[in-house]
């Protein structure tokens, strides 16, 4: 019973977002109806460049983690050159999209980033908040990962009840991330093979839950978080799945939100991005380029770069994904 306990400890502490994510290739960022499409073009072309770059030197050092920070810094140089030039695309389920897939497979990626995810009733919007989903999940195996390894007492059995009771609250909570921030979505499409891979990595299949949600609650009993997620769903009471696919609702974005200079700092690269909205003209399609009302958009085709201060050091990375952002800069490249 005590080795059972320890391994039943020690797993969830490994379980990070990164270890359950189905990895998948990632779409560019598309130009169409960008409010500055040669802008963004050419911010994007100037980004693969830098990464074929990056790569070459990567491939000739040898280094795996060179060839991740290579990925990892793609995925940045896009979505500056997005925030810069296709500010009124933001909320979209293409840019929100990408935002999460960087999350997912650069192992050193870190929130904050532009325009993410999109408030909520913003114009222009993804049918389902993928930022909110992604962080609600990410932060719910961070509650579960805490909950386990808080388990300690004397008494053996009750130890195994709690931690199995802490991983089927944080399934559940994963469960809950989809079902209650996007009832009407397919759930397929907003993780849900990230919840599986969870179940597996837990050894914890959620139809083996109810007894544990019956007799813990996530929130009290745990102090899981009730924040976006208000109901800890258990097997029984499950929602029906939602079936509708990812569009983007209506609305203008007709001003960059963030204004038209703003900083970020970049947790990833300890970083400040600086991002200038570039002011359109040639902008078609959905997006408007009218920048009425806040005047935050200057107007002049700006040149809108985002610029790297203050290099710091590279985290040190090395999570067996290299191989995979090797795939996505490849398939980048021209
Ligand atoms: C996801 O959770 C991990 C801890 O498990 C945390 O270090 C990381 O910053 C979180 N990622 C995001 C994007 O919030
Ligand atoms: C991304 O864009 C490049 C051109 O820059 C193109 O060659 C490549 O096929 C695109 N990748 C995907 C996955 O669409």
Redesign the pocket.
Known sequence: MTIMVLVKSLVPLFA??AGVVAQSATANLTSTGCVDVSGFESCQKDATAKASDCLATARKDGSELEIEACGCANYIDNINCAASHCWNRVNECEYQKYAVAY?RNCPI???PLPYFPAPDGAPDACSCNLGKV??AI??T??QG?KCSSSTGGADAFSNVQRIQGCECCEVSGALSSIYGLCPDTDPKLIGLSDVSNLEGLLNTPFDTCSPYMSKFDCVSDFGFSPGTIHTYYNPSNLPQSGTATLSNKPGTVTAPASGSVFTYSNAANSKIDTISAAGGGSGSGSGSNSASGTGAATGTSATATSTHKSGAGRTALGRGLAFFVLGLVILALP
């Open positions: 990070s977002l999350l990626a870190k929130t992604f962080l990410n932060s195996i961070q990962g």
